[in-house]
Protein backbone atom coordinates (compact mmCIF):
# COMPACT_ATOMS: atom_id res chain seq x y z
CA UNK A 1 0.00 0.00 0.00
CA UNK A 2 1.42 3.25 -0.77
CA UNK A 3 1.48 6.07 2.00
CA UNK A 4 -0.95 8.68 1.89
CA UNK A 5 1.60 11.31 2.87
CA UNK A 6 3.50 11.28 -0.28
CA UNK A 7 1.08 12.76 -2.11
CA UNK A 8 2.53 16.54 -1.63
CA UNK A 9 4.68 16.86 -4.73
CA UNK A 10 2.00 14.53 -6.97
CA UNK A 11 -0.67 16.66 -6.24
CA UNK A 12 0.79 19.65 -7.71
CA UNK A 13 1.62 17.65 -10.77
CA UNK A 14 -1.28 16.76 -12.85
CA UNK A 15 -1.19 13.99 -14.98
CA UNK A 16 -2.01 15.83 -18.39
CA UNK A 17 0.66 18.88 -17.34
CA UNK A 18 3.65 16.18 -17.37
CA UNK A 19 3.00 16.17 -21.04
CA UNK A 20 2.37 19.19 -22.41
CA UNK A 21 5.13 21.66 -23.41
CA UNK A 22 8.36 20.63 -24.56
CA UNK A 23 7.72 16.77 -23.38
CA UNK A 24 4.22 17.33 -26.25
CA UNK A 25 6.16 18.80 -29.08
CA UNK A 26 9.16 16.04 -28.88
CA UNK A 27 6.32 12.83 -29.13
CA UNK A 28 4.36 15.01 -31.76
CA UNK A 29 7.63 15.43 -33.50
CA UNK A 30 8.77 11.92 -33.50
CA UNK A 31 4.96 10.70 -34.59
CA UNK A 32 5.74 12.64 -37.67
CA UNK A 33 8.28 9.77 -38.81
CA UNK A 34 5.46 7.35 -38.48
CA UNK A 35 2.31 8.74 -40.07
CA UNK A 36 3.80 9.91 -43.60
CA UNK A 37 3.63 6.57 -45.31
CA UNK A 38 0.81 5.97 -48.20
CA UNK A 39 1.07 4.08 -50.73
CA UNK A 40 -0.96 3.04 -53.27
CA UNK A 41 -3.91 0.61 -52.16
CA UNK A 42 -6.56 -1.10 -53.38
CA UNK A 43 -9.61 -0.67 -51.80
CA UNK A 44 -8.81 2.90 -51.19
CA UNK A 45 -11.02 4.21 -54.09
CA UNK A 46 -14.29 3.01 -51.70
CA UNK A 47 -12.75 4.59 -48.31
CA UNK A 48 -11.48 7.88 -50.19
CA UNK A 49 -15.54 7.98 -51.17
CA UNK A 50 -17.12 7.21 -47.78
CA UNK A 51 -14.90 10.22 -46.41
CA UNK A 52 -16.33 12.24 -48.79
CA UNK A 53 -19.78 11.42 -48.34
CA UNK A 54 -19.02 12.50 -44.45
CA UNK A 55 -16.98 15.67 -45.31
CA UNK A 56 -18.26 18.75 -45.44
CA UNK A 57 -17.04 20.71 -48.42
CA UNK A 58 -15.77 23.68 -46.42
CA UNK A 59 -14.66 22.44 -43.18
CA UNK A 60 -14.53 18.52 -42.79
CA UNK A 61 -12.58 17.77 -45.95
CA UNK A 62 -9.78 20.08 -44.62
CA UNK A 63 -9.11 17.66 -41.47
CA UNK A 64 -10.40 14.39 -42.57
CA UNK A 65 -7.78 14.20 -45.16
CA UNK A 66 -7.87 10.56 -47.87
CA UNK A 67 -7.55 7.63 -46.53
CA UNK A 68 -3.98 6.37 -47.14
CA UNK A 69 -3.06 4.23 -50.16
CA UNK A 70 -1.97 0.76 -48.58
CA UNK A 71 -1.72 -2.53 -50.33
CA UNK A 72 -0.09 -5.87 -48.99
CA UNK A 73 2.67 -5.22 -50.98
CA UNK A 74 4.03 -2.41 -49.07
CA UNK A 75 3.99 -4.45 -45.69
CA UNK A 76 7.19 -5.99 -44.31
CA UNK A 77 4.59 -8.52 -41.96
CA UNK A 78 1.58 -9.86 -41.40
CA UNK A 79 0.30 -10.55 -38.03
CA UNK A 80 -2.43 -12.90 -37.49
CA UNK A 81 -4.66 -12.56 -34.39
CA UNK A 82 -8.26 -12.81 -33.04
CA UNK A 83 -8.94 -9.51 -31.14
CA UNK A 84 -6.87 -6.30 -32.40
CA UNK A 85 -7.07 -3.72 -29.89
CA UNK A 86 -5.87 0.43 -31.14
CA UNK A 87 -4.67 2.56 -28.24
CA UNK A 88 -2.90 1.69 -25.08
CA UNK A 89 -5.02 4.01 -22.54
CA UNK A 90 -7.83 3.31 -20.39
CA UNK A 91 -10.65 1.52 -23.26
CA UNK A 92 -7.39 0.13 -24.59
CA UNK A 93 -5.94 -1.67 -21.92
CA UNK A 94 -9.24 -2.86 -20.57
CA UNK A 95 -10.57 -3.98 -23.68
CA UNK A 96 -7.16 -6.45 -24.68
CA UNK A 97 -6.78 -7.51 -20.78
CA UNK A 98 -10.80 -8.70 -21.21
CA UNK A 99 -10.47 -10.34 -24.65
CA UNK A 100 -7.09 -11.64 -23.33
CA UNK A 101 -8.36 -13.68 -20.06
CA UNK A 102 -11.59 -14.83 -22.02
CA UNK A 103 -9.26 -16.64 -24.04
CA UNK A 104 -8.82 -15.04 -27.40
CA UNK A 105 -5.30 -14.41 -29.01
CA UNK A 106 -5.03 -10.53 -28.46
CA UNK A 107 -3.10 -7.82 -30.00
CA UNK A 108 -2.94 -4.58 -28.63
CA UNK A 109 -0.63 -1.85 -30.69
CA UNK A 110 0.40 1.66 -29.22
CA UNK A 111 2.06 4.52 -31.27
CA UNK A 112 3.75 5.67 -28.30
CA UNK A 113 6.46 4.12 -26.71
CA UNK A 114 4.90 3.22 -24.29
CA UNK A 115 1.17 2.70 -22.45
CA UNK A 116 -1.02 5.51 -21.55
CA UNK A 117 -2.18 3.78 -18.71
CA UNK A 118 -5.07 4.18 -16.78
CA UNK A 119 -6.39 7.17 -15.58
CA UNK A 120 -5.31 7.44 -11.44
CA UNK A 121 -7.42 10.24 -10.55
CA UNK A 122 -10.69 8.69 -10.98
CA UNK A 123 -12.22 5.56 -12.29
CA UNK A 124 -16.17 6.08 -12.37
CA UNK A 125 -18.55 3.55 -10.74
CA UNK A 126 -21.66 2.39 -9.84
CA UNK A 127 -22.18 -0.11 -7.29
CA UNK A 128 -18.53 -1.46 -6.84
CA UNK A 129 -17.91 -3.59 -3.66
CA UNK A 130 -15.84 -0.26 -2.64
CA UNK A 131 -19.23 1.41 -2.43
CA UNK A 132 -21.12 -1.02 -0.72
CA UNK A 133 -19.32 -1.42 2.06
CA UNK A 134 -19.75 2.37 2.91
CA UNK A 135 -23.41 1.96 2.36
CA UNK A 136 -22.46 4.62 -1.16
CA UNK A 137 -25.80 3.77 -2.74
CA UNK A 138 -26.62 5.05 -6.11
CA UNK A 139 -29.96 4.64 -7.96
CA UNK A 140 -28.86 3.91 -11.36
CA UNK A 141 -32.39 5.57 -13.10
CA UNK A 142 -31.47 8.65 -10.92
CA UNK A 143 -27.69 8.92 -12.55
CA UNK A 144 -28.82 8.01 -15.88
CA UNK A 145 -31.52 10.55 -15.72
CA UNK A 146 -28.94 13.28 -14.53
CA UNK A 147 -26.30 12.52 -17.21
CA UNK A 148 -29.62 12.72 -19.42
CA UNK A 149 -30.64 15.74 -18.39
CA UNK A 150 -27.23 17.68 -18.70
CA UNK A 151 -26.98 16.35 -22.59
CA UNK A 152 -30.31 17.89 -22.99
CA UNK A 153 -31.55 14.65 -24.17
CA UNK A 154 -29.10 14.22 -27.08
CA UNK A 155 -27.20 11.23 -26.12
CA UNK A 156 -27.65 7.58 -26.41
CA UNK A 157 -29.22 7.14 -22.72
CA UNK A 158 -29.67 3.25 -23.17
CA UNK A 159 -25.29 3.74 -23.16
CA UNK A 160 -24.85 5.32 -20.02
CA UNK A 161 -27.63 3.09 -18.35
CA UNK A 162 -25.16 -0.09 -19.51
CA UNK A 163 -21.89 1.61 -17.93
CA UNK A 164 -24.18 1.93 -15.05
CA UNK A 165 -25.26 -1.33 -15.18
CA UNK A 166 -21.54 -3.01 -15.54
CA UNK A 167 -19.03 -0.24 -13.88
CA UNK A 168 -19.30 -1.85 -11.02
CA UNK A 169 -17.73 -5.31 -12.33
CA UNK A 170 -15.31 -3.36 -14.16
CA UNK A 171 -13.77 -1.98 -11.41
CA UNK A 172 -13.94 -4.48 -8.78
CA UNK A 173 -11.56 -6.72 -11.45
CA UNK A 174 -9.07 -4.00 -11.69
CA UNK A 175 -8.78 -3.11 -7.84
CA UNK A 176 -8.32 -6.92 -7.05
CA UNK A 177 -5.56 -6.62 -9.86
CA UNK A 178 -4.38 -3.62 -8.26
CA UNK A 179 -4.45 -5.24 -4.70
CA UNK A 180 -2.44 -8.35 -6.14
CA UNK A 181 0.73 -6.06 -7.03
CA UNK A 182 0.29 -3.69 -3.70
CA UNK A 183 -1.62 -0.64 -5.20
CA UNK A 184 -4.66 0.64 -3.64
CA UNK A 185 -7.87 1.98 -5.07
CA UNK A 186 -10.03 4.08 -2.83
CA UNK A 187 -13.14 5.46 -2.73
CA UNK A 188 -14.64 8.79 -2.64
CA UNK A 189 -17.69 8.44 -1.11
CA UNK A 190 -18.09 11.60 1.34
CA UNK A 191 -20.24 13.65 -0.70
CA UNK A 192 -21.99 16.94 0.49
CA UNK A 193 -25.41 17.90 1.33
CA UNK A 194 -27.60 20.18 -0.02
CA UNK A 195 -25.94 21.52 -3.35
CA UNK A 196 -27.66 22.62 -6.55
CA UNK A 197 -26.02 20.04 -8.95
CA UNK A 198 -25.62 16.87 -7.44
CA UNK A 199 -22.75 15.14 -6.43
CA UNK A 200 -22.38 11.41 -6.60
CA UNK A 201 -20.00 8.93 -5.04
CA UNK A 202 -18.34 7.45 -7.94
CA UNK A 203 -14.49 8.37 -8.21
CA UNK A 204 -12.09 5.22 -7.20
CA UNK A 205 -8.69 6.64 -7.10
CA UNK A 206 -5.53 4.52 -7.57
CA UNK A 207 -3.53 5.50 -4.48
CA UNK A 208 0.43 6.23 -4.88
CA UNK A 209 2.43 8.93 -6.08
CA UNK A 210 1.95 10.83 -9.67
CA UNK A 211 3.69 9.81 -12.05
CA UNK A 212 4.99 6.48 -11.11
CA UNK A 213 1.64 5.16 -9.65
CA UNK A 214 0.27 5.23 -13.55
CA UNK A 215 3.87 3.97 -14.96
CA UNK A 216 3.50 1.03 -12.25
CA UNK A 217 -0.13 0.45 -13.90
CA UNK A 218 0.81 0.22 -16.71
CA UNK A 219 3.18 -2.53 -16.22
CA UNK A 220 1.00 -4.48 -14.07
CA UNK A 221 -1.15 -4.57 -16.84
CA UNK A 222 1.39 -4.96 -19.91
CA UNK A 223 2.29 -8.35 -17.51
CA UNK A 224 -1.00 -9.04 -17.28
CA UNK A 225 -1.86 -9.21 -20.71
CA UNK A 226 1.25 -11.13 -21.89
CA UNK A 227 0.33 -13.61 -19.25
CA UNK A 228 -2.24 -15.28 -21.53
CA UNK A 229 -0.87 -17.43 -24.81
CA UNK A 230 -0.65 -15.73 -27.88
CA UNK A 231 -0.69 -12.48 -26.65
CA UNK A 232 1.14 -9.35 -27.55
CA UNK A 233 1.91 -5.67 -27.41
CA UNK A 234 3.49 -3.41 -29.87
CA UNK A 235 4.75 0.08 -29.45
CA UNK A 236 5.64 2.51 -31.28
CA UNK A 237 2.96 1.10 -33.85
CA UNK A 238 0.67 3.42 -35.34
CA UNK A 239 -2.77 2.70 -36.72
CA UNK A 240 -2.72 3.76 -40.57
CA UNK A 241 -6.46 2.79 -41.59
CA UNK A 242 -8.88 0.25 -41.42
CA UNK A 243 -9.24 -3.18 -43.69
CA UNK A 244 -12.31 -3.77 -45.21
CA UNK A 245 -13.09 -7.04 -47.33
CA UNK A 246 -16.39 -8.11 -48.21
CA UNK A 247 -18.33 -4.99 -45.88
CA UNK A 248 -16.34 -6.26 -42.92
CA UNK A 249 -13.43 -4.82 -40.55
CA UNK A 250 -10.87 -7.89 -40.79
CA UNK A 251 -7.91 -5.85 -39.92
CA UNK A 252 -5.45 -2.83 -40.00
CA UNK A 253 -2.57 -1.19 -41.60
CA UNK A 254 0.28 0.01 -39.39
CA UNK A 255 3.46 1.88 -39.49
CA UNK A 256 5.83 0.31 -36.97
CA UNK A 257 9.20 1.84 -35.90
CA UNK A 258 10.35 0.40 -39.11
CA UNK A 259 8.00 -1.30 -41.53
CA UNK A 260 4.40 -0.60 -42.67
CA UNK A 261 2.36 -4.07 -41.48
CA UNK A 262 -0.80 -5.50 -42.03
CA UNK A 263 -2.60 -7.31 -38.97
CA UNK A 264 -5.31 -9.98 -39.48
CA UNK A 265 -8.15 -9.82 -36.75
CA UNK A 266 -10.40 -12.90 -37.31
CA UNK A 267 -13.00 -11.75 -34.31
CA UNK A 268 -12.61 -7.84 -34.64
CA UNK A 269 -10.66 -5.01 -34.43
CA UNK A 270 -11.30 -2.28 -31.28
CA UNK A 271 -10.05 1.17 -31.48
CA UNK A 272 -9.35 3.35 -28.68
CA UNK A 273 -6.79 5.75 -30.01
CA UNK A 274 -8.18 8.32 -27.29
CA UNK A 275 -9.81 11.05 -29.49
CA UNK A 276 -8.74 14.42 -31.60
CA UNK A 277 -7.48 17.10 -28.54
CA UNK A 278 -3.73 16.88 -30.36
CA UNK A 279 -5.40 17.51 -33.83
CA UNK A 280 -5.15 21.45 -34.23
CA UNK A 281 -7.09 21.65 -37.86
CA UNK A 282 -9.82 19.20 -36.26
CA UNK A 283 -10.40 20.62 -32.89
CA UNK A 284 -10.81 24.00 -34.84
CA UNK A 285 -13.16 22.92 -37.16
CA UNK A 286 -15.11 21.12 -34.86
CA UNK A 287 -15.14 22.67 -31.48
CA UNK A 288 -14.22 26.27 -32.49
CA UNK A 289 -16.02 27.90 -29.70
CA UNK A 290 -14.67 25.84 -26.70
CA UNK A 291 -11.16 26.46 -28.15
CA UNK A 292 -12.00 30.37 -28.16
CA UNK A 293 -12.18 29.71 -24.30
CA UNK A 294 -8.95 28.04 -23.54
CA UNK A 295 -5.37 29.03 -22.52
CA UNK A 296 -3.66 25.72 -23.47
CA UNK A 297 -4.07 21.99 -24.04
CA UNK A 298 -3.19 19.41 -21.32
CA UNK A 299 -4.53 16.32 -23.31
CA UNK A 300 -1.81 13.38 -24.30
CA UNK A 301 0.25 14.92 -27.74
CA UNK A 302 -1.04 10.85 -29.30
CA UNK A 303 -4.72 11.91 -29.52
CA UNK A 304 -4.40 13.06 -32.71
CA UNK A 305 -7.97 11.69 -34.37
CA UNK A 306 -6.53 8.61 -36.34
CA UNK A 307 -8.75 6.21 -34.80
CA UNK A 308 -12.04 8.73 -35.56
CA UNK A 309 -10.34 9.25 -39.06
CA UNK A 310 -9.96 5.20 -40.00
CA UNK A 311 -13.35 5.19 -38.74
CA UNK A 312 -14.84 7.76 -40.87
CA UNK A 313 -12.97 6.97 -43.93
CA UNK A 314 -15.07 3.56 -44.00
CA UNK A 315 -18.33 5.29 -43.85
CA UNK A 316 -18.66 5.59 -39.91
CA UNK A 317 -20.48 8.98 -38.65
CA UNK A 318 -20.23 11.39 -36.36
CA UNK A 319 -21.49 12.39 -33.39
CA UNK A 320 -23.07 15.78 -34.06
CA UNK A 321 -22.71 17.73 -30.91
CA UNK A 322 -18.80 18.04 -30.58
CA UNK A 323 -17.54 18.03 -26.80
CA UNK A 324 -14.58 18.73 -24.34
CA UNK A 325 -13.32 17.69 -21.17
CA UNK A 326 -12.28 21.17 -19.88
CA UNK A 327 -11.25 21.89 -16.37
CA UNK A 328 -11.26 25.49 -15.58
CA UNK A 329 -7.50 25.51 -14.01
CA UNK A 330 -5.55 27.33 -16.43
CA UNK A 331 -3.66 31.12 -15.32
CA UNK A 332 -2.00 33.30 -17.92
CA UNK A 333 -0.60 36.33 -17.29
CA UNK A 334 -1.26 39.67 -18.46
CA UNK A 335 0.61 39.99 -21.92
CA UNK A 336 -0.37 36.04 -23.14
CA UNK A 337 -3.09 35.47 -25.07
CA UNK A 338 -5.33 33.29 -26.06
CA UNK A 339 -5.53 33.00 -29.80
CA UNK A 340 -3.58 30.12 -29.87
CA UNK A 341 -3.65 27.22 -27.00
CA UNK A 342 -1.20 25.04 -28.91
CA UNK A 343 1.41 27.45 -28.66
CA UNK A 344 1.43 28.10 -24.89
CA UNK A 345 3.85 25.12 -24.38
CA UNK A 346 4.50 24.79 -20.68
CA UNK A 347 4.10 28.62 -19.74
CA UNK A 348 1.03 28.47 -18.16
CA UNK A 349 0.02 28.13 -14.48
CA UNK A 350 -2.38 25.05 -13.67
CA UNK A 351 -3.95 25.82 -10.48
CA UNK A 352 -6.57 23.05 -8.97
CA UNK A 353 -7.61 26.09 -6.34
CA UNK A 354 -9.11 27.30 -9.35
CA UNK A 355 -11.78 24.92 -9.30
CA UNK A 356 -13.23 26.41 -5.82
CA UNK A 357 -16.27 28.40 -5.68
CA UNK A 358 -14.78 31.71 -4.84
CA UNK A 359 -15.81 34.72 -6.85
CA UNK A 360 -15.75 35.30 -10.58
CA UNK A 361 -15.58 38.23 -12.68
CA UNK A 362 -15.07 39.11 -16.01
CA UNK A 363 -12.67 41.84 -17.76
CA UNK A 364 -16.15 44.08 -17.32
CA UNK A 365 -15.96 43.67 -13.12
CA UNK A 366 -19.11 41.99 -13.04
CA UNK A 367 -20.35 38.36 -12.09
CA UNK A 368 -21.55 36.52 -14.34
CA UNK A 369 -22.60 32.65 -13.47
CA UNK A 370 -22.91 30.11 -10.42
CA UNK A 371 -19.33 29.42 -9.01
CA UNK A 372 -20.50 26.47 -8.02
CA UNK A 373 -20.97 24.25 -11.24
CA UNK A 374 -19.69 22.23 -12.96
CA UNK A 375 -15.85 22.69 -14.42
CA UNK A 376 -16.79 23.59 -18.15
CA UNK A 377 -20.01 25.82 -17.34
CA UNK A 378 -17.37 28.68 -16.82
CA UNK A 379 -16.62 28.46 -20.27
CA UNK A 380 -19.59 28.03 -21.73
CA UNK A 381 -21.06 31.43 -19.99
CA UNK A 382 -17.88 33.18 -21.06
CA UNK A 383 -17.97 32.26 -24.84
CA UNK A 384 -21.03 34.99 -24.71
CA UNK A 385 -18.02 37.93 -24.79
CA UNK A 386 -15.98 38.80 -27.84
CA UNK A 387 -13.29 36.15 -28.49
CA UNK A 388 -10.14 37.59 -26.84
CA UNK A 389 -12.33 38.30 -23.87
CA UNK A 390 -12.79 34.81 -23.05
CA UNK A 391 -11.16 34.79 -19.58
CA UNK A 392 -12.15 35.68 -16.32
CA UNK A 393 -11.14 36.82 -12.76
CA UNK A 394 -11.01 34.82 -9.50
CA UNK A 395 -11.45 36.67 -6.62
CA UNK A 396 -10.62 35.13 -2.70
CA UNK A 397 -9.26 36.50 0.73
CA UNK A 398 -6.68 35.96 3.49
CA UNK A 399 -9.69 33.39 5.37
CA UNK A 400 -9.96 31.07 1.82
CA UNK A 401 -8.31 28.41 3.99
CA UNK A 402 -11.77 28.34 6.24
CA UNK A 403 -13.50 28.76 2.90
CA UNK A 404 -12.35 25.73 0.83
CA UNK A 405 -13.37 23.37 4.14
CA UNK A 406 -16.78 24.90 3.74
CA UNK A 407 -16.64 24.27 0.33
CA UNK A 408 -16.20 20.30 0.38
CA UNK A 409 -15.86 20.24 -3.00
CA UNK A 410 -15.33 16.96 -4.45
CA UNK A 411 -13.04 14.61 -7.26
CA UNK A 412 -9.95 16.29 -8.25
CA UNK A 413 -10.42 19.84 -7.11
CA UNK A 414 -10.40 18.55 -3.31
CA UNK A 415 -7.84 20.77 -1.40
CA UNK A 416 -8.69 19.91 2.02
CA UNK A 417 -8.45 16.48 3.36
CA UNK A 418 -11.31 14.63 5.70
CA UNK A 419 -12.64 10.98 6.11
CA UNK A 420 -14.06 9.47 2.86
CA UNK A 421 -12.46 12.54 0.33
CA UNK A 422 -10.85 12.21 -3.00
CA UNK A 423 -7.84 9.78 -2.59
CA UNK A 424 -5.25 12.34 -3.82
CA UNK A 425 -6.30 14.76 -0.86
CA UNK A 426 -3.74 14.38 2.88
CA UNK A 427 -3.40 15.97 5.87
CA UNK A 428 -2.64 19.91 5.27
CA UNK A 429 -2.31 19.88 2.05
CA UNK A 430 -3.74 23.65 2.47
CA UNK A 431 0.04 24.58 3.80
CA UNK A 432 1.29 23.10 0.14
CA UNK A 433 -1.01 25.50 -1.21
CA UNK A 434 0.36 28.87 0.17
CA UNK A 435 3.51 28.20 -1.48
CA UNK A 436 1.53 27.46 -4.92
CA UNK A 437 -0.85 30.55 -4.48
CA UNK A 438 2.84 32.91 -3.77
CA UNK A 439 4.56 31.18 -6.34
CA UNK A 440 1.81 32.01 -9.08
CA UNK A 441 1.82 35.61 -7.77
CA UNK A 442 5.79 35.76 -8.69
CA UNK A 443 5.32 34.17 -11.58
CA UNK A 444 2.44 36.69 -12.68
CA UNK A 445 -0.58 34.77 -12.48
CA UNK A 446 -2.16 36.41 -9.36
CA UNK A 447 -2.04 39.60 -7.60
CA UNK A 448 -2.14 40.11 -4.65
CA UNK A 449 -3.03 43.44 -2.51
CA UNK A 450 -3.84 45.01 0.70
CA UNK A 451 -7.05 46.03 -0.26
CA UNK A 452 -10.08 45.48 -3.18
CA UNK A 453 -9.10 48.55 -4.83
CA UNK A 454 -5.38 48.38 -5.30
CA UNK A 455 -6.35 44.78 -6.13
CA UNK A 456 -8.75 46.06 -8.87
CA UNK A 457 -6.06 48.62 -10.28
CA UNK A 458 -3.25 45.91 -10.30
CA UNK A 459 -5.95 43.57 -12.12
CA UNK A 460 -6.19 46.37 -14.54
CA UNK A 461 -9.71 47.45 -14.30
CA UNK A 462 -10.29 50.89 -15.75
CA UNK A 463 -12.32 53.69 -13.89
CA UNK A 464 -16.02 52.53 -14.61
CA UNK A 465 -14.61 48.72 -14.23
CA UNK A 466 -13.05 49.46 -11.32
CA UNK A 467 -16.60 50.67 -10.30
CA UNK A 468 -18.41 47.80 -11.07
CA UNK A 469 -15.84 45.12 -9.72
CA UNK A 470 -15.65 47.08 -6.20
CA UNK A 471 -19.51 47.32 -6.21
CA UNK A 472 -19.77 43.34 -6.93
CA UNK A 473 -17.22 42.88 -4.33
CA UNK A 474 -19.86 44.58 -1.94
CA UNK A 475 -22.43 42.57 -3.28
CA UNK A 476 -20.75 39.57 -2.67
CA UNK A 477 -20.24 40.73 1.19
CA UNK A 478 -23.77 41.25 1.00
CA UNK A 479 -25.06 38.09 -0.01
CA UNK A 480 -22.42 36.25 2.33
CA UNK A 481 -23.75 37.68 5.51
CA UNK A 482 -27.34 37.19 4.41
CA UNK A 483 -26.33 33.67 3.69
CA UNK A 484 -28.52 33.73 0.46
CA UNK A 485 -27.39 33.99 -2.90
CA UNK A 486 -30.50 35.90 -5.14
CA UNK A 487 -28.59 36.82 -8.15
CA UNK A 488 -27.39 33.05 -9.35
CA UNK A 489 -28.64 31.04 -6.71
CA UNK A 490 -25.04 29.37 -5.45
CA UNK A 491 -25.88 27.34 -2.05
CA UNK A 492 -24.76 29.41 0.82
CA UNK A 493 -22.56 26.89 2.33
CA UNK A 494 -20.44 28.17 -1.14
CA UNK A 495 -20.49 31.82 -0.13
CA UNK A 496 -17.67 33.61 0.54
CA UNK A 497 -16.40 37.43 2.08
CA UNK A 498 -13.92 39.91 0.89
CA UNK A 499 -12.90 41.69 4.01
CA UNK A 500 -9.56 39.84 5.41
CA UNK A 501 -6.62 41.08 3.69
CA UNK A 502 -4.82 40.37 1.75
CA UNK A 503 -6.65 39.92 -1.57
CA UNK A 504 -5.94 37.90 -4.01
CA UNK A 505 -6.60 37.54 -7.65
CA UNK A 506 -6.13 35.30 -10.97
CA UNK A 507 -4.71 38.14 -13.71
CA UNK A 508 -6.10 35.46 -16.11
CA UNK A 509 -8.23 32.20 -15.88
CA UNK A 510 -8.88 30.51 -18.91
CA UNK A 511 -9.90 26.43 -19.81
CA UNK A 512 -7.50 24.03 -20.18
CA UNK A 513 -9.18 21.15 -22.57
CA UNK A 514 -7.65 17.55 -21.27
CA UNK A 515 -9.32 15.41 -23.89
CA UNK A 516 -12.30 15.43 -26.45
CA UNK A 517 -15.46 13.39 -26.04
CA UNK A 518 -16.90 13.32 -29.04
CA UNK A 519 -16.89 10.54 -31.18
CA UNK A 520 -18.10 8.08 -34.13
CA UNK A 521 -21.75 7.46 -33.27
CA UNK A 522 -22.44 3.63 -32.21
CA UNK A 523 -25.21 1.56 -31.81
CA UNK A 524 -26.23 -0.57 -28.27
CA UNK A 525 -22.94 -2.89 -28.83
CA UNK A 526 -20.80 -0.56 -29.31
CA UNK A 527 -20.67 -0.87 -33.16
CA UNK A 528 -19.43 1.92 -35.75
CA UNK A 529 -23.23 3.19 -37.77
CA UNK A 530 -22.38 3.90 -41.31
CA UNK A 531 -24.41 6.60 -43.01
CA UNK A 532 -27.12 4.11 -43.70
CA UNK A 533 -27.51 3.44 -39.82
CA UNK A 534 -26.55 0.03 -40.40
CA UNK A 535 -23.79 -1.16 -37.66
CA UNK A 536 -20.29 -1.72 -39.68
CA UNK A 537 -19.55 -5.28 -38.76
CA UNK A 538 -16.33 -6.28 -37.50
CA UNK A 539 -15.41 -3.21 -35.39
CA UNK A 540 -16.07 -1.72 -31.79
CA UNK A 541 -15.30 1.45 -30.63
CA UNK A 542 -14.60 2.61 -27.15
CA UNK A 543 -13.13 5.17 -24.96
CA UNK A 544 -12.91 8.75 -26.59
CA UNK A 545 -13.33 7.61 -30.35
CA UNK A 546 -16.84 6.36 -28.79
CA UNK A 547 -19.59 9.00 -29.41
CA UNK A 548 -23.28 9.07 -28.09
CA UNK A 549 -22.39 9.29 -24.52
CA UNK A 550 -21.97 13.11 -23.51
CA UNK A 551 -23.25 16.20 -25.70
CA UNK A 552 -22.10 19.99 -24.96
CA UNK A 553 -20.84 19.30 -21.94
CA UNK A 554 -18.64 17.09 -19.23
CA UNK A 555 -20.64 16.48 -16.21
CA UNK A 556 -17.49 16.08 -13.85
CA UNK A 557 -19.61 15.79 -10.68
CA UNK A 558 -19.78 12.15 -11.04
CA UNK A 559 -16.04 12.19 -10.72
CA UNK A 560 -14.29 9.60 -12.87
CA UNK A 561 -17.64 9.37 -15.18
CA UNK A 562 -15.09 9.30 -18.66
CA UNK A 563 -12.65 7.16 -17.37
CA UNK A 564 -14.67 5.00 -15.87
CA UNK A 565 -16.63 4.52 -19.42
CA UNK A 566 -13.50 3.85 -21.09
CA UNK A 567 -12.82 1.43 -18.44
CA UNK A 568 -16.06 -0.74 -18.30
CA UNK A 569 -16.92 -0.40 -22.27
CA UNK A 570 -13.64 -1.38 -22.83
CA UNK A 571 -14.02 -4.96 -20.43
CA UNK A 572 -17.29 -4.88 -21.51
CA UNK A 573 -16.07 -5.19 -25.61
CA UNK A 574 -13.47 -7.72 -24.70
CA UNK A 575 -15.84 -10.16 -23.33
CA UNK A 576 -18.48 -9.73 -26.10
CA UNK A 577 -15.89 -10.64 -28.51
CA UNK A 578 -15.27 -13.78 -27.05
CA UNK A 579 -19.12 -14.87 -27.46
Not at 334 to 349: I, K, L, V
Request: one cysteine or more; a negative charge; charged letters at 20%.
Amino acid sequence: MFEKGNQDGARRLSRRSFLTGAAATGAIAALGTMVGCSPKAKGSDEQTAAAESVASPDSAAAWLGEAPHISDADCAETLECEVLVVGAGTSGYFAAASAAESGLKTLLIEKSTAGNSVRSSALGAVNSKLQQEQGAAISIPEIVNDMDHYALGQINAGLVRQWAQNSGEAIDWYADLMEKHGIEVQLEWNMPDGTVYHEWPTGHGTNGEYPSREQEVARVIDEYILSFDGCEERFETALQCLIVENDRVVGAYAQSKNDMIRINASKGVVVATGGYAYNQEMYAALQPTRLSCLGTFDAFPTCTGDGIKSLLWIGAKMDAVHTSLTFNRCLLRADQSMENPYMTGTDYGYFFYSSQPFLRVDSAGRRFHNESAPYDFVMSASSVRPEGDRFWHQIWDGSWQDDIARFHTTGCSVITYREGTDHDAYPGMEDSLIEEIEANVEAGFIQKADTLEELADKLGFDAEAKRTFLATCARQNENFDAQDDPDFGKEAFRLSELRTPPFYGTVKSCGLTLCTIDGVVVNDDLQPLGQDGKPIEGVHVVGNDQGCFYAGTYPNLAAGLNAGRCATFGRMVGKKLAE
